[in-house]
């Protein structure tokens, strides 16, 4: 039943059970992926998994952004797979172009440069519109406007184990603002201005620095206060959309930008959000989903302690990468 018929008048119920039908509201969210019309088998496999571990018993909406627009095989063949509604949301060319600012000549030395020493994926120009999109422009859709959350879904991953709950209500309920489920070191050579920049910022800033703000687990102590490149895996994520919408990430994410590190250098998303979550959120609001097995390409983990909710095995691997994220990630208090 929809929330609204449940809303009972304002003076018909006391306060108290106001605030328990306000509680069961279902969290207005959505999953996300931007992906190519070539990607149709990648994310028709995703969805299938997230389909049948999770969203076939919560109906949340899928929405696809793409740089051009979606074709009818696509549109069909995605809505096949869901009871859930899709949509279907072109990138405006303002999101996914050169900004003014960026010195093509320096721009095409940086695709040359990386493309030559072997930076994964750094000749490509797509690429570079992709991160930065990712970075700043994908809560500014308005197609995004009515969500408070998003849950990220790339082509061709995998979600091995049943997720018995809501994740978007555990984060609702638990002023959870950034979910995550690995940590990589990505290529430092891909971002090597990246966390100077970010340090320039923050003594511009320091206001928006959050008091609980925590960087031992970013920090390489043995280099001088480097970064010592881990980062959320940011393909998979469940974040709130305020979070990125806010004026703290938005000034972050112009001040980075304007410095044009997504074209004269390969800067990721990835690193981008992890540094934002650092410096803008208490770890009390991150959340590691240990529990939602995952993989992609050949980054994956597999709980060891649900066996039978999901398919995959865990490993030696499994269990020295996960206690790897918490020697990384002490959490700041038990769930
Ligand atoms: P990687 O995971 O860092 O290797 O990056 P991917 O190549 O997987 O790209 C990340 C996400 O962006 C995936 O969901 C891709 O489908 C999507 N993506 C990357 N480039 C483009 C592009 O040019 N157009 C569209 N529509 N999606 C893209
Ligand atoms: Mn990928």
Redesign the pocket.
């Known amino acids: 039943m929809p929330f609204s018929k449940l809303t009972p008048k304002r003076h018909s119920l006391p306060l108290f059970q106001v605030e328990v039908l306000r509680a069961r509201r279902k969290p207005k969210a959505a999953l996300i992926?931007?992906?190519?019309n070539s990607?149709l088998e990648g994310i028709e496999q995703s969805m299938r998994h997230l389909e049948t571990r999770f969203n076939h018993k919560y109906n949340y909406p899928w929405i696809f952004?793409?740089?051009?627009p979606f074709d009818d095989t696509f549109k069909a063949r995605t809505q096949n797979l869901t009871n859930a509604e899709c949509f279907y949301a072109t990138v405006p060319e303002s999101h996914w172009s050169l900004p003014k600012w960026i010195d093509e000549s320096r721009f095409i030395s940086s695709l040359e440069y990386l493309g030559a020493i072997g930076v994964?994926?750094g000749w490509m120009i797509?690429?570079r519109?992709?991160c930065r999109w990712n970075s700043g422009f994908f809560y500014k859709h308005p197609i995004l406007d009515d969500y408070d959350w998003y849950w990220r879904v790339?082509?061709d991953v995998h979600f091995f184990c049943d997720v018995d709950y809501d994740p978007f209500a555990f984060m609702e309920e638990n002023n959870l603002k950034y979910g995550f489920n690995m940590n990589i070191l990505d290529d430092a050579r891909s971002f090597p201005s990246m966390w100077r920049q970010t340090q320039e910022f923050m003594s511009e800033y320091p206001e928006f620095i959050h008091p609980e703000a925590d960087f031992s687990w970013i920090i390489d102590h043995k280099n001088d206060g480097e970064y010592n490149n881990c980062q959320f895996f940011s393909?998979f994520e469940i974040g709130s959309l305020d979070f990125f919408r806010s004026k703290t990430y938005n000034t972050y994410f112009d001040y980075i930008d304007r410095k044009g590190g997504f074209y004269y250098e390969r800067f990721?998303d990835a690193p981008l959000h992890t540094l934002a979550v650092v410096l803008f959120l208490s770890k009390r609001e991150t959340h590691f989903f240990r529990d939602i097995g995952y993989q992609?390409?050949i980054n994956k983990q597999c709980p060891a302690n649900l066996l039978n909710k999901c398919s995959c095995e865990p490993t030696d691997l499994d269990e020295n990468f996960y206690k790897l994220v918490m020697v990384r990630w002490r959490m700041a208090r038990k769930r």
């Open positions: 992926s931007l992906v190519r990607e952004f793409n740089d051009v994964g994926k797509s690429y519109h992709m790339e082509p393909n990721g992609h390409d």
